[in-house]
């Protein structure tokens, strides 16, 4: 299977102080090249990162991070969607369109999800290659609440790239509940991200987890393998 990925980093983090949420750290790497780190893991050929609002921050962690070989084999690339507020289907779509035609899997991720492991990406991806006849859409839930990745096939993209404004996947999926597969799982880890400071002790406090802002606000930011990004 040619496997795709589209990661969602278009947002102000306005909730957050208007700071790119994706940047901030786990064990020193960056949400966003973790999130790309477990997306090659897991079998992604070709990876495009949906910027928006800090592009200018995001795309000099992602050009040092290419440089570094981050993405190993996968394609890494990046494209700005010059109307974020318009949604996450304008973002999405901005993505796809940035894909190689000749896939079999799209997955889509957010870049501010602290939680996920490879085993949680392999999940979704292991449940769409074993899916039912009719199902275009697989969606990992916990306690009734979606999250991500997602996985689809090119059906669904292409009904996505004919949407228009802020439609998205979401309105995809209520208006075909049938072709639909929800994945529950017994962790949140897929519906975990990052809206607030208070999210951030949360995380703390509830899961060991501490997230650090990058260092790059008063020097450097880690890449992964120790290797440091000098402050703009």
Do not use: Y
Request: glycine share 12%; with cysteine; proline share 7%.
């Amino acid at each position: 299977m040619n496997v795709g990925a589209v990661v969602m980093a278009a947002g102000a983090g306005r909730r957050m102080g208007c700071r790119p949420k994706s940047l901030l750290t786990r064990d020193g790497e960056p949400l966003l090249l973790r999130q790309i780190r477990l997306l090659r893991q897991c079998g992604a050929d070709a990876i495009v990162v949906v910027l928006g609002h800090h592009a200018e921050r995001l795309q000099a962690v992602l050009a040092a991070a290419r440089a570094a070989g981050v993405a190993g084999g996968a394609s890494l690339a990046w494209v700005r969607n010059p109307a974020p507020d318009d949604g996450p289907g304008s973002s999405l779509r901005c993505g796809l369109a940035a894909l190689p035609d000749e896939l079999d899997t799209v997955l889509v991720v957010l870049g501010d999800q602290p939680l996920l492991e490879a085993g949680d990406v392999q999940a979704v991806v292991q449940a769409w290659r074993a899916r039912a006849p009719g199902i275009e859409l697989v969606v990992p839930s916990h306690g009734g609440q979606p999250g991500h990745p997602i996985a689809f096939g090119p059906r669904l993209r292409a009904a996505v790239m004919q949407g228009q404004g802020g439609a998205g996947v979401r309105e995809w999926r209520r208006a075909h509940r049938g072709q639909v597969q929800e994945l529950a799982m017994a962790h949140a880890r897929h519906v975990a991200d990052i809206d607030t400071p208070e999210d951030l002790q949360a995380l703390a406090r509830t899961q060991g987890i501490r997230l650090a802002w990058p260092q790059e606000e008063g020097g450097a930011a880690s890449l992964p393998g120790g290797r440091a990004q000098p402050p703009r």
